[in-house]
């Protein structure tokens, strides 16, 4: 039982804190499994095009997306239940407290005592995000390697997989481990205003990570080859200059050699902004070989060379993406959410949001009672904090903003659509929705309450419906 003290007197006890976030993390599961399975009872049902699509969608195709999306419902189901088992598990059998106490045995073999608080965090998040990935493994090879397969979306050998793997976890060790040690320095030293360092420490460390992204980060990855001269190039940089859009580079990313899915976007910041396709968008892209390299070890020119020849047989008899106008269009969209400033409302929301959640962070720092819910009774360590607040204490206002963030990207999506029209570029925006959208196999039809809840982008015949209507 908790001791609880004449100077500290808690209203609330540990088990009551401990009882609510795990109460509200199955409300959430259980609201979460109801919403897919209404989305996948949708899918179950409506077997045949919907009738303002008969002119848009062949049958085939339709029934193809359909399959797909119940699928990967279904997979999503199963991944589900072993995910909450998961965290119910390490919530009631205390995993958290005795993988603080077993990174502080491997610092202490060491010579890194408690005292080290930092060195045993940075082995905590190195134990836990291994152990968790590992766990987590088996279902993104079935994903990939099943889900995605049987439904022609993947392009990876299971050895680029692998190495991808690996490549991304030593990446993200190599940023994450540094910040969260300087972090915890911050909030142990930082005094009374630890929370007003820690956010201008955040942000500035968020904004160096968007500049060196693109050069440094991405490339590590993918190939980014600039669009080779030619028609297109020339009209996307016309476009560029008739809104005045700082353009500086053109890529073209290899993202065929991940799957089959294609995109765009823009990148950057002030006049440094990069404009990325990929190379699935584009209906008759040819990749571009460099005669001069020397041969790449990874996977070898040849095998590269016999990559890019089956994208182009496979664009070729299934006509996968879109022609020069329709691209045109679709960065019309992109070039909207610049131009109306939608990514700087994003990043002043989430700024101002973060230093509201440092600032609660400081308040509820020396609140004892949360970290004895978690059954830390001698210690507070920072780290735990973090965890404790931001994950869970926060979650129920967490769900509450990313549910608005979703409401206010469609109203994005509805705006930069409508700039593309105010460019004249609506017919073409429509033909290049309605091919991208079966190119990637989506569903037109959407359960209303998940697409409210869950659909960053809005579903294809309302987009369609308002590039149609004429005012
Ligand atoms: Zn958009």
Excluded at 50 to 79: C, M, N, V
Excluded at 412 to 421: N, P
Aim: aromatic share 16%; hydrophobic share 45%; charged share 25%.
């Amino acid at each position: 039982m908790v001791d609880v003290t004449k100077e500290e007197v808690n209203l609330i006890q540990p088990e009551t804190i401990f009882w609510s976030i795990f109460t509200f993390m199955w409300i959430v599961y259980i609201w979460e499994s109801y919403l897919s399975h209404r989305q996948k009872e949708t899918f179950e049902r409506t077997k045949e095009v919907p009738e303002p699509l008969r002119d848009i969608l062949d049958q085939e195709t339709f029934e193809k997306s359909r399959l797909y999306q119940l699928d990967k419902a279904r997979f999503g189901f199963w991944h589900g239940v072993f995910g909450q088992t998961e965290s119910t598990l390490i919530l009631l059998y205390g995993v958290i407290p005795w993988l603080w106490k077993f990174a502080g045995d491997i610092t202490a073999n060491f010579g890194y005592g408690s005292e080290y608080e930092i060195v045993q965090s940075l082995v905590f998040i190195l134990l836990s995000s291994v152990v968790s990935y590992v766990i987590d493994l088996p279902w993104s090879i079935y994903s990939t390697f099943v889900v995605e397969e049987r439904h022609g979306f993947n392009k990876q050998t299971f050895g680029f997989f692998i190495k991808d793997q690996i490549k991304k976890q030593l990446v993200l060790f190599a940023i994450l481990l540094p910040i969260v040690a300087v972090l915890i320095y911050i909030i142990q030293w930082g005094g009374q205003y630890f929370f007003i360092y820690a956010w201008v420490f955040a942000f500035v460390t968020s904004m160096l990570l968007v500049t060196i992204y693109a050069d440094y980060i991405a490339p590590l990855f993918d190939k980014y080859t600039p669009l080779p001269e030619g028609e297109l190039r020339t009209s996307i940089e016309g476009l560029a200059a008739s809104i005045a859009f700082p353009l500086y580079k053109l890529y073209v990313v290899e993202g065929s050699k991940r799957s089959s899915h294609s995109n765009a976007y823009f990148y950057g910041f002030y006049k440094n902004k990069r404009i990325v396709l990929f190379d699935t968008l584009i209906e008759d892209y040819k990749p571009y070989v460099d005669e001069d390299k020397p041969k790449d070890e990874e996977d070898g020119e040849e095998e590269q060379q016999e990559d890019q020849q089956e994208l182009l047989e496979k664009k070729e008899e299934k006509k996968m993406g879109c022609n020069n106008d329709e691209i045109l269009a679709v960065l019309a969209h992109e070039l909207g959410h610049w131009k109306l400033g939608h990514n700087l409302k994003n990043i002043v929301i989430s700024q101002v949001n973060l230093f509201l959640c440092f600032f609660l962070f400081a308040l509820l720092l020396q609140q004892k009672v949360l970290f004895e819910a978690f059954e830390f009774y001698d210690s507070q360590p920072t780290l735990i904090a973090l965890l404790i607040i931001f994950q869970f204490v926060f979650s129920p206002y967490n769900e509450l903003l990313s549910f608005c963030m979703t409401v206010l990207s469609r109203r994005f999506e509805f705006q930069a659509d409508a700039f593309a029209k105010s460019l004249q570029k609506a017919e073409k925006l429509r033909t290049a929705l309605i091919k991208l959208h079966k190119d990637n196999l989506g569903f037109p039809v959407a359960d209303w309450l998940y697409s409210a809840w869950h659909y960053s982008h809005p579903p294809l015949l309302e987009r369609i419906g308002a590039l149609d209507k004429t005012d």
